[in-house]
């Protein structure tokens, strides 16, 4: 009988190599199967499969999530068809009121982010807090007279509770310097829960809802581990607490019972773990506390994915290819959307291809963008993809305040440039569509202004590149909630050998997220390399994390054959001439590379 990991093994192993080859974004969750051991329990990395019929998962309730669409973050119900606060500016974190009523949420359409409250069907929200830089993730009272939220008004993060009219504000953590964030109220009232930073991870505080004054019993930990315990929500009977967990090595929601023991302080206890993908985030329960809705981001999108709280196969709550965040779950069934939510939304770019001469053998040219260094290398791109290019290196300055894009590590590689085993021979450089970024950058006092932060996706790991913006009064970026990976010699040799770095302390200010922006222009990013002659962990060459592309989905033949004629492409891509020099046969398939009639027939399985 085949072993069903050992062939799943196999299978991840060669699709995590092509996929890199490729530059596809490995995203196991398209698939529609799953392998399993003898007792029906997913081991390893679980292959998520999407849901037939969504609207069964819970008839009864509505998802209210953030997504980012047409470059602006919105409010949408169930899809993108659905919008909830149409504006230019970007909203986020919704939060339903007790009685549906209303949906608390910050925008910055103000100028920097702010809690504001729109009623069901209004038209115009009320901005609730004023002048405190940053203000995000409300949280409502279970008798909705009041809303606890995270600010930066102190020159942290800190947990603050105002009335639902927005006076009277009043911090409930400022006894700490450290960061804390994501409140959740418990639903007798008593309670809130929030991550904080103050034991230098994050972890899972508690605080009395009360507690005002210096007479205050301070917040403790109800965590109690050296693990990442964040983003705490209280089950609807707030008996049990979902959240965020590392402890088992990958990003995961967890569920544990809340014990509330009379005076004493509660405590967590059972704790177990429901989702296996990699790198799950901000749970949110059903109303019927049967199902939790999750994000699960994937190296191009962030869908939307709900698990009955037993655990078992996360469903796709839509198909759609949506980048999703800060979800929540609404008991009521009517439409929380404005009549003006199906608008059209504004294209970001529109690219101009230059058309090649007729004789030249291919359909279109290069095009030379002056404004960019590039040391060394070529400053050309496919002139298909140089408007999404330039739209974007234009939105990033304008996000952080500086040019970071104004000089290149690389751009167009020569057609006969070869390489060793720390680049690719058939590469997208050379098809005109990559381009990598500094590797680092500086301030003029020699500061360091670039963070990456690592991500690991269904056994692949990815990078997300953040900027600190040059404006830090709120009105660029945000503050960073997990902590950067720390790359350097000390960190990959002497901290933690073989385990390619470690993880810096949380930094305080504002930053932008490049990768994000890069995203919605059709810059995607690849995983790092790991195959055993060259690994991130060994070798920082290998993680990738300035690198970016545009394939519009194309394959690497036919790309490349936009911009060279075959006699051209043909030296370094032929064949015989590759399987001789050692490339697999299965990635010459997966690259389109023609291939003679007596060709080893590519079986992923074999």
């Given amino acids: 009988m ?51 019929n969504p609207a069964a998962i819970s008839p009864n309730g509505k998802l209210i999530f953030a997504a980012k669409n047409d470059g602006a973050w919105n409010l949408y119900a169930d899809t993108l068809a659905q919008r909830i606060a149409p504006n230019s500016a970007p909203a986020r974190d919704p939060a339903i009121a007790p009685d549906g009523k209303t949906i608390a949420f910050r925008s910055k359409r103000d100028g920097v982010w702010e809690i504001y409250a729109l009623p069901l069907g209004g038209a115009n929200p009320t901005r609730l807090t004023r002048g405190m830089i940053y203000s995000a993730a409300p949280a409502w009272s279970p008798d909705g007279k009041k809303i606890a939220f995270e600010s930066y008004a102190r020159g942290d993060l800190d947990i603050w509770v105002m009335n639902a009219d927005g006076t009277q504000p009043q ?34 505080f508690i605080v009395a809802a009360d507690c005002v004054g210096a007479a205050c019993r301070k917040p403790f930990n109800l965590s109690a581990n050296k693990f990442g315990d964040q983003e705490p929500v209280f089950s609807p009977d707030g008996n049990k607490l979902a959240f965020v967990s590392e402890r088992d090595g990958q990003r995961a929601i967890f569920v544990a019972e809340f014990v509330a023991r009379g005076s004493s302080a509660p405590i967590l206890q059972n704790a177990r773990r429901i989702t296996f993908s990699g790198w799950d985030d901000q749970p949110a329960w059903s109303p019927d506390g049967k199902w939790i809705a999750f994000v699960s981001p994937r190296a191009t999108r962030q869908p939307i994915y709900i698990i009955a709280l037993d655990g078992g196969i996360p469903r796709a709550r839509d198909d759609e290819n949506i980048f999703a965040a800060s979800v929540a779950w609404s008991n009521d069934t009517r439409a929380l959307t404005n009549d003006n939510a199906n608008d059209a939304g504004k294209s970001l770019y529109t690219e101009n291809p230059i058309a090649a001469s007729p004789t030249s053998g291919h359909p279109y040219d290069t095009r030379r963008l002056t404004s960019f260094k590039v040391e060394p290398g070529i400053n050309k791109l ?14 990033l300055k304008q996000e952080v305040g500086y040019d970071f894009l104004a000089t290149l590590s690389d751009m167009l590689r020569p057609l006969e440039l070869k390489c060793d085993n720390t680049c690719d021979t058939l590469s997208w450089h050379k098809a005109g569509r990559a381009i990598d970024t500094r590797l680092d950058y500086t301030d003029a006092r020699g500061n360091s202004l670039l963070e990456i932060g690592r991500e690991d996706q269904q056994g692949e790991t990815y990078w997300r590149v953040f900027l600190r913006a040059s404006a830090q009064d709120g009105t660029m970026g945000e503050p960073l909630k997990d902590a950067p990976w720390d790359l350097s010699y000390r960190a990959r040799w002497v901290i933690a050998p073989g385990e390619g770095g470690t993880k810096k302390p949380l930094p305080y200010g504002f930053y932008v997220d490049v990768t994000e922006l890069a995203r919605e222009y059709g810059w995607t990013r690849i995983s790092s390399a790991d195959d055993a002659d060259f690994n991130w962990k060994t070798d920082k060459v290998a993680t990738e994390y300035w690198h970016f592309q545009n394939t519009q989905g194309l394959k690497w033949y036919a790309a490349i054959s936009e911009v060279y004629a075959e006699s051209e492409v043909k030296p370094i891509a032929e064949w015989n001439a590759l399987i001789r020099s050692g490339t697999e046969a299965y990635l010459l398939y997966l690259k389109a590379i023609p291939a003679p009639a007596k060709a080893w027939k590519w079986n992923l399985m074999k």
């Fill in 2 to 52: 085949t072993n069903p990991e050992l062939i799943s093994g196999v299978f991840i192993i060669r699709f995590r190599r092509l996929a890199r080859a490729l530059g596809l974004a490995l995203s196991l969750a398209a698939l529609t199967f799953t392998f399993l051991s003898a007792d029906n329990s997913p081991r390893g990395a679980q292959i998520l499969a999407p849901s037939e």
């Fill in 171 to 204: 911090n409930l953590t400022d006894d700490s310097k450290a960061y804390e964030s994501s409140p959740a109220w418990s639903p007798d009232g008593k309670w809130i829960a929030f991550t904080s930073w103050r034991t230098g991870a994050p972890q899972i």
């Fill in 382 to 395: 496919n002139s298909r993809v140089a408007e999404s290019f330039l739209a974007f290196a234009a939105r």
